[in-house]
């Protein structure tokens, strides 16, 4: 393309002209960018319009940017559309959170533009929690651990610094957990948020009443000091450990958007597009349309779906299939976008662009699984729907009886019965239970290779009943190797290594580096080709010592000449055991002759039998799901005692299969390594991505095994079953404490015994529970793996 700049002084100022680009009127001679193409003068309105016409020309002046106009305008929706994970009926433009649940909306497309406002609002008021609850505990904790600071500035003075630390923190900071609460009543869907509002708001409202108004309340609750306990301290670290989880969570589920950029990533971000005149030039990827011509060139990415026109190459599929080989591809051969071109350049005709292409249906099926798989309910949520109402009626309860039966003043000794079944129900420990166990056991986890990603993958990690797991890179090594040489009569497996060594010198196909390594391996001198020839889906040729040399499939030998009657059948049981098997000829005298077999193989990882077998004994169903042929597949599953084996299989077959094994009640593990397992691994109850795959697999997992073996796979379940064991002991220290001292705060030994509970005696069983937990998690870091 011939393009100059254009002095406004060179134009008719008398003039308008067009902008080819928005359709707007530009007076000319007004200063407005310029530009000439192929002999002809453009202007524009402003200098986004040049830059965006200068980058892509043909576009605007094809009717293309009308025509994709028109496609959009047909195909859009308004704004980005947010749901709710647990509740998918839940759908509106933008963010926000669920009317239902009060749990963040996310954006249905998986991934979106816009800055996370509740990560930053919820950063933003942790701090301030956290800022708050540390002068707090020095003031209550002080004194338990021999620093006597109230002591030094009177109780009086503590109790106000207390409420002024504590007033910020409660009536703006929670301020969306009060939000949540609420809706969580208004709905009846009783979970924890109804739990800290009732907990935290009991404690405040009774501590400011404690701290202003004493007179209220009889002179038997007054300590030594003469002042009334109060729970600033409790109501400021409940909400600062709450949002110490929120904020743990919400950047998590940032993260499940990294899975789809990982994805978007693999298109280029270009297209080198053949205009009419047959000018190359690259384009940007979003300006090409159905039926563009496009160039591929060695090394580069297909950039969108379509079909050879002209040309043959090889391309990794791996994307498609998770395959390593190349494929060969031909004139009239469709290519598949994100794929890479491996060798040969070939010129193809867009097809599926857009939505419309394989990686863009990819991202669509990833990012729908993510929010498909639903949070598990946590097992505190399911106390707490029980517990919650309990803890109300029992406060309700407990006001009349001391109103209708109490003693003078019988309302003051009702609100205080009620408030104190409140105080003592709050969920200090309960906040601690799961979190602690969680961030034990993730650090131990990643001693032992095992990443976690997202906490529901350990509590589904231990029910889970079946594996569906992928071939290459996740039950075999990933990368071919030399795994048989069946020498002609005559001739020494080292002379038939060294001729196809020699070939493969100049070749760049996969099989070629498990040949040349173990030839090197062998320690062999390689002899020196002359005219190389790489015949793509066939094989290789060259001429050594004078003679012309041939490696490949059965096909390229019988061109050659060769007679492989010979040799087939043993060719093809090395087929049949999955293994690719090249023939090796040699022309001497006129006459080809068949020199011998190589086969390379993808090996099965050693250590992936004695896994499977321990899976099959804790009583794991396995299913194997490969986008490779069915006689390969067939033969690593014999290998390994595979219960089921789905061949050929695409990523949305790989999902489906997934999905229906759910839809029959099972709980589905996914292991995989490739692009082409991203939508099952987010489809499935738990995702287990091999550490040495792909980054969108490993994004798309809730698991990572860094070691990329099935052993990792034992090493998670043991991790898994012991930490969901540890977060149900420490529920029940939680909710142990509170289930007695609900009880007794609501007064039923005062008719025995003539007392109430005293309010230390609350605080320090509180103190107690939290202990118990954090003592109780801590015991994961010796779990032996």
Same mark, same amino acid.
């Given at each position: 393309?011939?393009?100059?700049?254009?002095?406004?002084?060179?134009? $008719?100022?008398?003039?308008?002209?067009?902008?080819?680009?928005?359709?707007?009127?530009?007076?000319?001679?007004?200063?407005?960018?310029?530009?000439?193409?192929?002999?002809?003068?453009?202007?524009?309105?402003?200098?986004?319009?040049?830059?965006?016409?200068?980058?892509?020309?043909?576009?605007?002046?094809?009717?293309?940017?009308?025509?994709?106009?028109?496609?959009?305008?047909?195909?859009?929706?308004?704004?980005?559309?947010?749901?709710?994970?647990?509740?998918?009926?839940?759908?509106?433009?933008?963010p926000g959170t669920c009317p239902i649940c009060g749990m963040a909306l996310e954006p249905m497309s998986g991934v979106s533009d816009e800055p996370n406002h509740e990560l930053i609002d919820f950063t933003r008021r942790l701090w301030v929690s956290v800022l708050a609850a540390i002068p707090l505990l020095i003031l209550t904790m002080g004194p338990m651990v021999g620093v006597p600071i109230r002591d030094w500035i009177g109780e009086g003075l503590a109790i106000y610094l207390e409420a002024i630390l504590a007033t910020p923190v409660v009536l703006w900071a929670a301020l969306p957990f009060f939000q949540r609460g609420w809706t969580s009543l208004v709905t009846r869907h009783f979970n924890m948020w109804t739990l800290i509002m009732i907990g935290v708001g009991a404690a405040y409202l009774y501590s400011m009443t404690a701290a202003f108004m004493p007179f209220l309340f009889p002179d038997t609750l007054k300590g030594t000091s003469g002042h009334l306990p109060v729970y600033f301290e409790a109501?400021?670290?409940?909400?600062?450990?709450?949002?110490?989880?929120?904020?743990?969570?919400?950047?998590?589920?940032?993260?499940?958007?990294?899975?789809?950029?990982?994805?978007?990533?693999?298109?280029?971000?270009?297209?080198?597009?053949?205009?009419?005149?047959?000018?190359?030039?690259?384009?940007?990827?979003? $300006?090409?349309?159905?039926?563009?011509?496009?160039?591929?060139?060695?090394?580069?990415?297909?950039?969108?779906?379509?079909?050879v026109l002209d040309g043959v190459s090889s391309i990794d599929e791996s994307l498609v299939t998770g395959e390593p080989l190349p494929v060969a591809k031909g004139v009239g051969d469709h290519v598949t976008g994100g794929t890479l071109n491996k060798t040969g350049t070939f010129v193809m005709e867009a097809q599926h662009v857009g939505a419309d292409t394989m990686l863009a249906k990819i991202v669509d099926m990833v990012a729908s699984a993510q929010r498909s798989r639903a949070p598990i309910q946590g097992l505190a949520d399911r106390v707490a729907s029980y517990f919650v109402p309990t803890v109300v009626a029992i406060a309700v309860l407990a006001f009349c009886v001391w109103l209708i039966l109490g003693p003078s003043p019988s309302l003051v000794h009702a609100v205080i019965a009620a408030v104190s079944v409140l105080i003592?129900?709050?969920?200090?420990?309960?906040?601690?239970?799961?979190?602690?166990?969680?961030?034990? =056991?993730?650090?131990?986890?990643?001693?032992?290779?095992?990443?976690?990603?997202?906490?529901?993958?350990? @509590?589904?990690?231990?029910?889970?009943?079946?594996?569906?797991?992928?071939? *290459?890179?996740?039950? *075999?090594?990933?990368?071919?190797?030399?795994?048989?040489?069946?020498?002609?009569?005559?001739?020494?497996?080292?002379?038939?290594?060294?001729?196809?060594?020699?070939?493969?010198?100049?070749?760049?196909?996969?099989?070629? @580096?498990?040949?040349?390594?173990?030839? $090197?391996?062998?320690?062999?001198?390689?002899p020196q080709t002359e005219e190389f020839q790489s015949i793509t889906g066939k094989g290789v040729t060259a001429k050594i010592g004078g003679s012309r040399v041939f490696l490949g499939n059965s096909q390229f030998a019988n061109e050659a000449g060769a007679d492989i009657a010979e040799m087939s059948e043993r060719a093809e049981e090395l087929s049949a055991l999955g293994k690719t098997a090249m023939y090796l000829v040699q022309e001497f005298g006129g006459q080809v002759f068949v020199q011998g077999v190589i086969a390379v193989a993808d090996p099965v990882k050693k250590n992936a039998k004695a896994a499977i077998d321990a899976l099959h004994r804790d009583g794991v169903k396995i299913v194997m799901a490969t986008g490779d042929a069915k006689p390969t597949a067939d033969a690593v599953a014999a290998a390994l005692a595979i219960d089921d084996v789905w061949a050929g299989v695409?990523?949305?077959?790989?999902?489906?299969?997934?999905?229906?094994?759910?839809?029959?009640?099972?709980?589905?593990?996914? =292991?995989?390594?490739?692009?082409?397992?991203?939508?099952?691994?987010?489809?499935?109850?738990?995702?287990?991505?091999?550490?040495?795959?792909?980054?969108?697999?490993?994004?798309?997992?809730?698991?990572?095994?860094?070691?990329g073996d099935l052993e990792g796979i034992l090493r998670a379940r043991t991790l898994a079953r012991e930490t969901v064991r540890n977060i149900r002991q420490n529920l029940f220290f939680a909710f142990a404490y509170n289930s007695v001292g609900v009880p007794i705060a609501a007064g039923v030994l005062y008719p025995v015994f003539g007392v109430l509970l005293s309010p230390m005696l609350a605080a320090a069983a509180m103190s107690l529970s939290s202990v118990s937990v954090i003592g109780n998690a801590l015991r994961l870091r010796s779990l032996k793996l």
């Open positions: 393309m011939q393009e100059t700049a254009v002095a406004p002084d060179e134009v $008719n100022q008398a003039d308008t002209a067009t902008d080819p680009v928005c359709g707007m009127s530009v007076k000319l001679g007004k200063g407005k960018p310029a530009l000439r193409y192929k002999g002809r003068e453009y202007h524009f309105c402003n200098p986004k319009c040049h830059d965006r016409f200068e980058t892509d020309p043909y576009f605007y002046l094809s009717g293309n940017s009308e025509k994709k106009k028109r496609l959009e305008a047909e195909q859009s929706g308004s704004a980005a559309l947010f749901t709710c994970p647990m509740d998918p009926e839940i759908v509106q433009e933008g109501a400021v670290v409940i909400v600062a450990l709450v949002f110490v989880g929120q904020v743990l969570e919400l950047n998590a589920r940032e993260r499940t958007g990294d899975a789809i950029r990982a994805l978007l990533d693999l298109a280029p971000k270009t297209a080198r597009r053949i205009v009419d005149d047959d000018e190359e030039y690259d384009a940007p990827l979003e $300006n090409i349309l159905s039926g563009d011509r496009l160039r591929v060139r060695p090394g580069d990415s297909v950039p969108v779906d379509g079909i003592i129900a709050c969920p200090c420990a309960l906040g601690l239970a799961t979190p602690m166990s969680i961030m034990t =056991a993730t650090g131990r986890g990643a001693q032992a290779g095992v990443l976690v990603k997202e906490a529901e993958s350990l @509590e589904r990690l231990a029910q889970v009943d079946t594996i569906v797991v992928d071939k *290459t890179g996740t039950l *075999t090594e990933g990368r071919p190797v030399l795994s048989d040489i069946l020498p002609a009569s005559g001739v020494t497996e080292d002379q038939v290594l060294e001729l196809a060594g020699a070939l493969e010198k100049g070749s760049e196909h996969p099989l070629a @580096e498990a040949i040349l390594s173990a030839a $090197n391996a062998r320690q062999l001198v390689l695409l990523p949305e077959g790989k999902q489906k299969l997934v999905e229906d094994l759910k839809s029959k009640g099972h709980v589905v593990a996914m =292991a995989g390594d490739g692009v082409n397992d991203a939508p099952a691994l987010a489809a499935a109850d738990v995702g287990l991505a091999m550490g040495t795959g792909a980054d969108v697999a490993v994004e798309s997992a809730g698991l990572t095994l860094l070691k």
